[in-house]
């Protein structure tokens, strides 16, 4: 509707020109346009020819062309943040853990400018314990695990340690390097993790367990989900 307006209203000007220079001229023709030009992302151009012998005006109305679905720029980019090629530690953590996930999703976000870090969210579908050191899900559930990439295997406040002096906070848990220090937060750390599911709101960990084992079996011989 919008864009008939403009071409009458376009047509009535020149129509108005003309009769005032004294010149009768024939019937404004407005054709149905024969020219589209989609332009690939945003915006169609819809160029209109109105034709009057003596008279030519062109006019391009913009409107929103439906593109294909297609993966964003940025939503690349975070694919290829939480993968990096030349990784030095990966991060193995509960991505239903909504407490969790504000400490991973600080690290992430730091870790843009040092691409060091590769996040294995355990929780999901596609984790393969083969690809972690054979770390099974239950296992890491139980507390924080982290990977080297010689492969060695850190846990509770060392992997904290070792994540954060990738991404230029190491200075937070420097302190801990001195075992008394070092004995007294694990100890604290340890009661964290036994409790962080009831803490969370989360079901205990063998309601987990088993309906995760119900999923498995469900999808087994499904292309349509992975345990």
Not at 32 to 37: G, K, S
Not at 83 to 105: A, F
Request: hydrophobic share 35%; with cysteine.
């Amino acid at each position: 509707m919008a864009l008939r307006g403009a071409a009458f209203a376009v047509a009535s000007a020149a129509s108005a020109s003309s009769s005032l220079i004294g010149r009768r001229r024939s019937p404004f023709i407005l054709p149905i346009p024969h020219r589209l030009t989609l332009k690939s992302h945003s915006r169609t151009f819809l160029p209109i020819r109105i034709h009057q012998p003596g008279f030519r005006c062109q006019i391009r109305a913009l409107s929103q062309a439906a593109a294909e679905p297609a993966i964003s720029r940025k939503e690349e980019e975070e694919e290829e943040e939480q993968s990096p090629k030349d990784w030095k530690i990966k991060m193995l953590y509960d991505g239903d853990c909504p407490l969790c996930m504000r400490e991973v999703n600080m690290l992430r976000e730091r870790n843009k400018n040092y691409g060091t870090i590769k996040f294995i969210d355990i929780s999901s579908d596609d984790y393969s314990p083969q690809e972690n050191q054979g770390l099974d899900y239950e296992t890491v559930m139980g507390r924080i695990h982290a990977i080297l990439s010689d492969g060695t295997v850190v846990t509770d406040v060392e992997a904290f340690r070792r994540l954060y002096e990738q991404v230029g906070l190491g200075w937070v848990y420097a302190i801990t390097k001195y075992k008394p220090i070092g004995t007294l937060a694990d100890a604290i750390y340890g009661v964290w993790a036994k409790y962080r599911l009831q803490i969370t709101g989360r079901p205990p960990m063998e309601e987990i367990l088993e309906a995760r084992k119900k999923k498995g079996e469900v999808c087994k011989d499904s292309n349509a989900c992975k345990m």
